[in-house]
């Protein structure tokens, strides 16, 4: 696997595992602080915040592994286009349905968008 497919896999799966660690072990002091988002200390809301970091945690440690098993670096690029570019079709959606978010989602989907993109392009080089 070329250096750039590493790097972009490695950013992938660091960001999501971060991300998913944080977002479970305490879900209310991380969107708070990175988001800006106030969480009631409601369980069934709770709940759904976990579940879908669970979701990214275990997406970032499958993007790892094509990192280092190259018959997963196709499945690894596959798994990371459809977090990151259905997160951008996602807040996409919620920017034209309820308005403009804090400058850190903004700039979340900004980042994004650049690792989903940049996905796609190595998809594309393994292909051809």
């Known amino acids: 696997m070329e250096i750039v497919g590493i790097i972009v896999l490695s950013l992938s799966a660091l960001l999501l595992i971060f991300v998913g660690i944080s977002r479970l072990s305490n879900p209310i002091k991380t969107y708070s602080k990175n988001s800006g988002i106030q969480l009631e200390n409601d369980a069934s809301l709770l709940n759904e915040m976990r579940a879908v970091s669970s979701v990214m945690l275990f997406a970032g440690i499958i993007i790892v592994l094509g990192t280092f098993i190259t018959k997963l670096s196709l499945t690894s690029h596959i798994v990371a286009i459809l977090i990151f570019i259905g997160f951008v079709i996602g807040r996409l959606i919620s920017l034209k349905s309820d308005g403009k978010p804090s400058k850190q989602?903004?700039?979340?989907?900004?980042?994004?968008?650049?690792?989903?993109?940049?996905?796609?392009?190595?998809?594309?080089?393994?292909?051809?």
């Open 105 to 128: 989602i903004t700039q979340g989907i900004v980042f994004e968008l650049v690792l989903g993109l940049a996905n796609v392009f190595c998809l594309i080089n393994i292909w051809s």
